[in-house]
């Protein structure tokens, strides 16, 4: 009855030590009895008993009826196979999947797939077609579960994650609560967090991966692991600027899954998501839960660098609430740091305040150390050009000429060139378009961008 069901381990530890009195059976019992046995020796390892007794049942052979002889020839097959002796297991094997008994068809279809997708004579995906046809070859005992258990396996193996999964779904319903459905169970919760987790998730594009999280969000396990899972999920989403979900996803899992540090740091990024998303409000209270959570955490844990992380976010989200001068004010007195001069150059630049601009911008570049002996590097050639448009709205005249005259010929060699020359040229040469260039110019710069990107993914704040 166990080995019916697919319990092997149980039918193995109820099974008698000494087989000796088989001997002493009539041959028609021992063909009814030996291939159970067997089989269970063979699940568990047990190989020489099951050759003693696959001996007695070859003796008795001529005996055997159909479906007997069916069953021997899968078990000698599967016996060469734990031996190593794929030349002769297939010999056992490749028959009975033509054969007239439908039980062994099924049971040598299945073990000959796993076999040849094991020693590399097919590729999963070359099984899969096989495997199909073997789920509707025996339907409603254990061999269902396992056939159907492969067959998801296949094509999860294959990259089809959801196909895989949901097949295997419909194995575990099969059932239900024994010892093999709970194995398969536990083995799609362990395939599903992999996936996550490795990876194998760069080759899930977002919605796949969104689709896969929704459908079977209940594998999702309760430990850290399920907390990793959502993050990486939320990464995803944030990087196919999906910003709203993957929001979601954060604040969901800050009421219901994380305690300690975790909340701060994820309360962090949650607020550099909203401030991508262009939501300051929600950003800000964000901001407001890692700053309630920073003061409840260990003294060690309150560094000055995360108390500027959460000014330097503030001041951004009061910022893209038209409040420059708040921004401005949170930021007095802090230590100047490349992150912050980036910051006071959006915010003087969001506000139009172009003398502010101009100076913060000045010390953006310094930062950079560009090189006066190569080419400009793209985000180089930007930066110059942004800080002469802030002096020229800002009427620098003198500051605008030594602009000109340091980064000319480098922004000569760029694709800025002409820009740079109308913003940049005496007063005297100037157009009346080049207000419309330059306001242009303007309405597409986000300075802090780059800030934000630092924060697409997940990690601890440096101390």
Do not use: C
């Not at 073997?134 to 061999?143: E, N």
């Amino acid at each position: 009855m166990l080995a019916d069901v697919g319990d092997w381990q149980q039918a193995a530890e109820v099974m008698p030590d000494n087989i000796g009195m088989i001997y002493d059976y009539p041959a028609l019992l021992q063909n009814r009895l030996i291939p159970r046995i067997a089989e269970v020796s063979l699940r568990n390892g047990d190989l020489d008993t099951a050759k003693e007794l696959l001996q007695i049942a070859y003796e008795n052979r001529e005996d055997m009826h159909a479906s007997e002889r069916a069953a021997l020839a899968y078990l000698l097959g599967e016996a060469s196979r734990q031996t190593g002796d794929v030349e002769k297991t297939l010999k056992f094997w490749e028959p009975l999947t033509v054969g007239r008994d439908d039980l062994y068809r099924a049971k040598a279809g299945l073990a000959l797939n796993r076999l040849k997708i094991d020693e590399g004579m097919i590729k999963p995906s070359e099984s899969i077609d096989d495997l199909e046809r073997l789920r509707y070859a025996w339907r409603g005992d254990a061999l269902e579960v396992q056939i159907n258990y492969w067959l998801g396996r296949t094509y999860f193996e294959a990259g089809e994650y959801l196909r895989g999964l949901k097949v295997m779904r419909d194995a575990v319903t099969f059932d239900r609560g024994t010892p093999l459905g709970r194995r398969v169970a536990g083995d799609m919760a362990d395939m599903f967090a992999n996936v996550f987790l490795s990876q194998e998730i760069e080759k899930v594009s977002a919605l796949d991966a969104v689709a896969l999280y929704d459908e079977f969000r209940e594998l999702v396990p309760l430990d850290d692991r399920g907390d990793m899972i959502i993050q990486q999920l939320a990464e995803i989403l944030a990087d196919a600027d999906l910003l709203e979900r993957a929001a979601g996803l954060l604040e969901d899992q800050l009421d219901h899954r994380l305690q300690g540090t975790d909340v701060y740091r994820v309360a962090i990024r949650l607020a550099a998501i909203r401030l991508l998303d262009n939501k300051p409000d929600q950003a800000i209270a964000a901001l407001d839960r890692a700053a309630a959570k920073l003061e409840e955490l260990p003294e060690e844990f309150r560094t000055p660098s995360r108390y500027r992380e959460i000014l330097m976010l503030r001041a951004r989200a009061l910022s893209r609430k038209g409040r420059p001068d708040q921004a401005l004010a949170l930021l007095n007195g802090l230590d100047r740091t490349p992150e912050m001069d980036l910051l006071r150059s959006d915010i003087a630049w969001t506000a139009g305040y172009w003398d502010d601009a101009g100076e913060a911008l000045d010390d953006v570049i310094v930062n950079e150390n560009i090189s006066m002996t190569r080419p400009l590097e793209d985000r180089h050639a930007t930066l110059i050009l942004q800080r002469a448009v802030a002096l020229n709205l800002a009427g620098d005249r003198i500051a605008l000429a030594n602009l000109r005259e340091k980064y000319g010929d480098l922004m000569k060699q760029t694709e800025k060139a002409k820009v740079f020359e109308v913003i940049t040229r005496p007063r005297q040469n100037a157009a009346l378009a080049d207000r419309d260039t330059i306001l242009s110019i303007v309405s597409e710069v986000d300075l802090f961008e780059d800030f934000l990107e630092s924060y697409r993914s997940i990690t601890p704040p440096v101390n």
